[in-house]
């Protein structure tokens, strides 16, 4: 009878716990707290694809803008801008297109854009690169990537000198994405190779002699698959939030994050219908799914950008309340020279913004990551009256200061100038 007592009192006494409010639970815990940026979360995409009345904001996801001229020198001509990157002193810029000397890394002062050298040299000798593609700079050091070599080149930023090369695992062509961690290097290969099977990575852990730490492999049934029909991987999107890259995977429609040596997904982007077949080739097809560009990320928001239908499509998740708002607009195709409709699923050009910071591009796609809590709108001599005209018409920018000095650095420019970078920092 006492121990039945006792078994009683227990019940009644863990009921009233259970009944208590979450929330003086919550304060009594001594859990840890909850780390929201790991945590798994499900964006159900397909069923909120309801256009907002409301614009998509700028301010949303930006706190300042600055403006750095980059100065325009006979050895430092950059061409067409390809893939940058800005540490705390330096801006670093790989060039595209015909440039004498020929394309390598340009490097400029973070705040006067001043001029100070060219890094890398052309060639297939000894630290001798190809074609830059990516470049990414830690430390002392800045890592480039090239076309035709599976390998990092790394430079000394204070005098441009060659150090070593970094081998990288199983790369797609050229590394376009990746990042640098201590003595890690975290890419992005949506690599495939034909030996009987596929074998498809999105995202590789590596040290700096080529070993593979870890890596995120999707589980890919391919029956049926052969050479003719192979899955077509693509580009990766990937960027940076809170030094964690991050990849977005088709193959799974999950966004993986490296925190430090383990892969783990973050967000799964449920699709339903408009998930892209693994075995769809490059078509006319492509448009009727939803094809990912591009991703940005704060404290608060996770916003994507993807084609559907031959219009462009802007998401915004918001990581307390779970509410998914989406924004669409009429774009532009892809103009290629061949005269063939397989492309016109690509998406070239949409508004998909207000950019109530500045007025300037309000075209999401011209943005790029220039480090992970900065991305940049290159102004050259080919955009920049188009920008002129909007940045001219804009109203109720919430720093019409920055806008005159945006306007009086446009109309300064000569026909012969390298850009101007407009840089716009991500909020915390």
Not at 105 to 132: A, L, V
Not at 211 to 232: A, C, L, S
Not at 314 to 332: H, L
Request: charged letters at 25%; one cysteine or more; aromatic letters at 12%.
């Amino acid at each position: 009878m006492k121990h039945l007592l006792t078994l009683c009192i227990g019940f009644f006494m863990l009921l009233s716990c259970n009944n208590k409010p979450s929330q003086s639970a919550a304060i009594a815990t001594d859990e840890p707290e909850v780390n929201e940026d790991t945590l798994f979360r499900v964006i159900d995409l397909a069923n909120n694809l309801k256009p907002c009345s409301d614009s998509l904001l700028l301010s949303d996801i930006v706190e300042d803008v600055e403006y750095v001229k980059l100065e325009t020198a006979d050895n430092g001509l950059v061409g067409a801008m390809n893939r940058g990157y800005v540490s705390d002193s330096a801006i670093f810029y790989s060039s595209s297109g015909n440039t004498t000397p020929p394309p390598h890394i340009f490097m400029f002062d973070r705040f006067t854009g001043k001029f100070i050298r060219t890094i890398g040299k052309s060639g297939q000798g000894p630290g001798e690169m190809h074609w830059p593609i990516g470049v990414v700079a830690r430390d002392s050091l800045v890592y480039i990537s090239s076309t035709y070599r599976n390998e990092l080149f790394v430079h000394k930023i204070k005098d441009g000198k060659f150090v070593k090369c970094i081998p990288l695992n199983k790369p797609h062509t050229a590394a376009r994405d990746y990042y640098i961690g201590d003595n890690r290097v975290i890419h992005f290969p949506f690599y495939s190779n034909w030996d009987g099977k596929y074998l498809m990575c999105d995202m590789t852990i590596q040290d700096f002699d080529g070993n593979i730490i870890q890596e995120q492999t999707p589980d890919v049934d391919y029956t049926g698959f052969d050479h003719r029909n192979k899955p077509n991987a693509n580009w990766a999107v990937a960027w940076t939030y809170k030094n964690h890259p991050n990849v977005y995977s088709f193959f799974t429609d999950t966004i993986y994050a490296a925190i430090n040596d383990t892969i783990r997904p973050r967000y799964f982007l449920s699709l339903g219908k408009y998930k892209r077949p693994l075995q769809l080739k490059v078509s006319v097809e492509w448009k009727h799914y939803i094809i990912f560009y591009s991703f940005w990320e704060t404290k608060n928001y996770l916003l994507g950008s993807f084609g559907l239908e031959q219009e462009a499509w802007f998401f915004r998740y918001d990581k307390k309340s779970k509410e998914i708002k989406t924004w669409k607009q009429d774009a532009e195709i892809v103009n290629i020279a061949i005269p063939t409709d397989a492309y016109d699923w690509c998406i070239v050009s949409a508004a998909g913004i207000t950019n109530d910071i500045d007025g300037c591009s309000n075209h999401l796609r011209a943005m790029d990551f220039i480090s992970e809590n900065q991305f940049a709108i290159c102004i050259t001599q080919d955009n920049m009256d188009e920008i002129r005209k909007i940045v001219s018409e804009s109203t109720n920018v919430k720093f019409p200061e920055k806008r005159q000095q945006l306007l009086e650095l446009i109309d300064s420019m000569g026909p012969d100038d390298n850009p101007i970078l407009a840089i716009y920092k991500l909020k915390d």
